[in-house]
Each structure stands twice: as structure tokens, then as C-alpha cells.
């Protein structure tokens, strides 16, 4: 019998489920924690979910928000209220960042209007961020471009820099809250990008293949090295989700990352993401990747590189931070791994927490923070391995020093 296509033609079970839901939770257990860290406020939320009746409404309901969001930054910066100004014009860029990463079919009227509200909104907030805030694009291939946004942290001379990858659902412009920047604050810079299959990439039609998003990174790190304000031999990169997989893949192809952070680990098969969670998963990347056909799909999974030889290649320090309940990655996926990667090793696993760790969110990415500035500081010995295993009512520090 023929494979039936895209399990994501099932959209009854969605809708059915976002009825019982009075927001993300039933999808991504703990994705509240996650949007509010990043600058999602809890009006807005309310705002689009009070409004969602299944999966068509989503995109509708997040653009509806961000286009009122929109009016009251141009508002605000009309009376030169800036600093309103920018806080409205970066919650809407998220919101229509959402709504158009919800579209996941190139060329599609609504994705290109609402990726066009996301640029417009955060070109903005970078106008308005009075330096703070860089964005570019360079080259990596045949005129393919990858796009970045640096945010420069304050203070003269070369600092550690972090190269932020997104997952397979996010875009450059989602992380990190540029009102509340825990690298910045640490004299830290951090350059998040859109490399191939993502954002802004995926707009221009510069889709993922087996290993030009570890090419188009290493382009952005040159850009990195040429800056006076980066410490060329304290450069670290910091995934998450599916970019906690990238991240490896830039490690293994270029000895200037100096420490890696995987976090919302995905450093198991794919068979679990793309044959047993829900199938939007499957769906999205193979839009990032260019394909309309399933069979052709699964093909192009297969020839990947597997993650444990690229782990073999990683000795630098590597973090990864999940959570036991994680639906796209299991505790032995996480051994696994770690058992074939060749250079220092930490892990962090938090007991009930699932893939998005909003739970933990709080907690999490300040102490990350924190690990990659002492790592890039002062490095840690090549026999090191640490396993903290925080359980439910207990939080990182409890563990640390025991």
C-alpha cells in the first residue's frame, strides 16, 4: 500500500484540540513560559488566542494582533515617544512573526504581506535601538544569502560573542529580547541569524540542504571576526531546538566556535519528530528544505549527517539543557549523543519539563548565559563531565556547587 502523505491533512485532531485549549499548551506543553521570556506580553496572547478556533484562524488572529500593535508604535513615535515606540513596534514584529511562520508555502500572499509587517516592525525597533542593533547578510554561496541581526553589547575593545541559531519554527528577530538582553548585559555580543531554510531565507527562496546551514554560519562568523568590538578566539554558538542540532554541525566544520549550547534538545533521530509528533513538525521543515514531496522528503532526511559522528568531530564545551518530557528528544537520545561527542560535556535535564521549557524559561537562559561567559573566559577541562539532574521544586543553583 502507498504512504499516505502529510499526516498534517488530519487538521480535525488540531482543531479538536485547540478547542480544549485556552492557548498553545495542548501543542507545546510550556510555551507560554518561552513566548513571555522573549517579549511576547500577556495581553497580546490573550489577544490571539481568545480569537482561535483551529489552525486556520492562528495565523489570522496573531496578523490581526500585530497590525494593531503596529499602529500604536507609528502612533507613539509620531509624538516621539521612542522608547513606546520600540516596544510596540518589537511585540508587533513577533506577532507577525508567528502569523507568517504559520503559512509554510512560499510565495503565499498572506506569508509575504506578514513577513513583510515582521521586517518593517523590527527594521524599527533597530532604528530606534540607536546603534545597539545591526542588521546584515552576507554571502555563502552562488549569490545565496544568510541574514543576521548583531546586538552589540556597550563598552569599547573586543568582547565574547555569541552566534544564536534559531529552531526550525523561529525566526532571527524571536531571540533575544533586545529590552532584555542577558548577553548584552554580561558584555557579551550576540549575532542571531536566519541561515538556510529560515526566515528571511526562506522568503528569498534559499532553502536548507545537507550541510550549507554550517557553510552560510561560518560566513557570519567571518563577518564576526572583522569587528573590533569581537574577541575572535571567544566566539560560542547557542541553538535551540533544531538549531541545538545546527549548532553541532558548525562546531564539527569550523575550529573557531570555541563552546557550543544546545538547548530544547534535538540531538536524536528524526524519526521521532517527523513519523510520531505531530505532523506540522514534518511539514514546516520540509518547506525549509524545499520539498512538496513527501517520498523525495524522507530521502533527503535519510543522506544527513548523523549526529553522532558529527559529535565526534566537536571538542570544544558543550551545554545542553532539556527537559525529561521532552516530546522530540528522549533521555537516552541525550546519551546517546553526549556519549559520542569528544570534548567536555554538561548536561542539564529538568524533571516534567517538556520541549518548549517554559517552565524553566526564567531560570534557564540567564544561567546559560552565564555558562557560555565562564566557559569563553576560562574554558574547562578536557576530561570534564557534569550531569544535573533538576527535579521538580528545585531550581539549577541547588545542584551547582553540590
Known amino acids: 500500500m502507498a504512504k499516505q502523505q502529510l499526516r498534517s491533512d488530519q487538521g480535525w485532531i488540531f482543531d479538536n484540540f485547540l478547542m480544549l485549549s485556552d492557548n498553545e499548551d495542548v501543542l507545546h506543553p510550556g510555551i ?6 522573549r517579549g511576547f506580553m500577556l495581553e497580546d496572547l490573550h489577544a490571539v488566542y481568545s480569537k482561535v478556533t483551529g489552525r486556520r484562524s492562528f495565523p489570522k488572529s496573531w496578523a490581526k494582533r500585530a497590525t494593531a500593535l503596529e499602529r500604536l508604535g507609528i502612533k507613539a513615535k509620531s509624538s516621539n515617544r521612542n522608547s513606546s515606540a520600540a516596544k510596540f513596534f518589537h511585540r508587533a514584529a513577533l506577532c507577525y512573526g508567528r502569523a507568517q511562520h504559520l503559512v509554510p508555502v512560499h510565495q503565499d500572499p498572506n506569508k509575504e504581506n506578514w513577513y513583510e509587517g515582521l521586517g518593517r516592525c523590527y527594521s524599527e525597533v533597530i532604528t530606534l535601538s540607536e546603534g545597539e542593533l545591526e ?3 552576507v554571502d555563502f554561496v552562488d549569490g545565496k544569502k544568510s541574514y543576521f541581526i548583531f546586538h552589540k553589547a556597550k563598552g569599547d575593545g573586543p568582547k565574547p560573542t555569541i552566534l544564536y541559531l534559531p529552531g526550525m519554527d523561529a525566526v532571527k528577530e524571536d531571540f533575544p529580547n533586545p529590552f532584555s538582553n542577558d548577553y548584552t548585559k554580561r558584555g557579551m555580543n550576540i549575532c542571531a541569524m536566519d541561515g538556510p531554510g529560515q526566515g528571511e531565507c526562506n522568503i528569498n527562496g534559499v532553502w536548507q540542504d545537507k550541510n550549507n546551514y554550517a557553510l552560510a554560519a561560518g560566513k557570519v562568523i567571518d563577518w564576526l571576526t572583522k569587528r573590533d568590538d569581537v574577541d575572535a578566539e571567544k566566539i560560542a554558538v547557542f541553538g535551540t531546538s533544531m538549531g541545538s542540532r545546527w549548532g553541532v554541525q ?3 566544520h569550523d575550529p573557531r566556535v570555541k563552546a557550543v549550547v544546545g538547548q530544547m534538545a534535538n540531538v536524536g533521530t528524526f524519526d521521532i519528530i517527523f513519523e510520531q509528533a505531530q505532523p506540522n513538525f514534518k511539514r514546516i521543515f520540509m518547506y525549509m528544505a524545499g520539498y512538496t514531496d513527501e517520498d523525495k522528503f524522507d530521502n533527503f532526511v535519510q543522506a544527513l549527517d548523523l ?3 558529527l ?9 545542553l539543557v532539556a527537559g525529561d518530557m521532552d516530546e522530540l528528544c528522549t533521555p537516552k537520545d541525550l546519551e546517546i549523543f553526549r556519549s559520542s561527542l569528544a570534548g567536555p560535556s554538561e548536561l542539564w535535564l529538568y524533571e516534567g519539563v517538556f520541549h518548549p521549557m517554559g517552565e524553566v524559561a526564567e531560570e534557564i537562559y540567564p544561567s546559560i548565559a552565564d555558562w557560555l561567559l565562564e566557559t ?15 527535579e521538580e521544586g528545585k531550581v539549577l543553583a541547588d545542584y551547582e556547587h553540590g
Open 307 to 309: 549526529l553522532p559522528d
Open 32 to 37: 507560554m513560559g518561552t513566548r513571555l521570556h
Open 376 to 390: 569563553l573566559n576560562n574554558g574547562r577541562p578536557s576530561n570534564y563531565r557534569k550531569d544535573i539532574y533538576v
Open 135 to 137: 542588521a546584515d547578510s
Open 250 to 252: 558548525v562546531a564539527a
Open 311 to 319: 559529535a565526534k568531530q566537536v571538542k570544544v564545551p558543550h551545554l
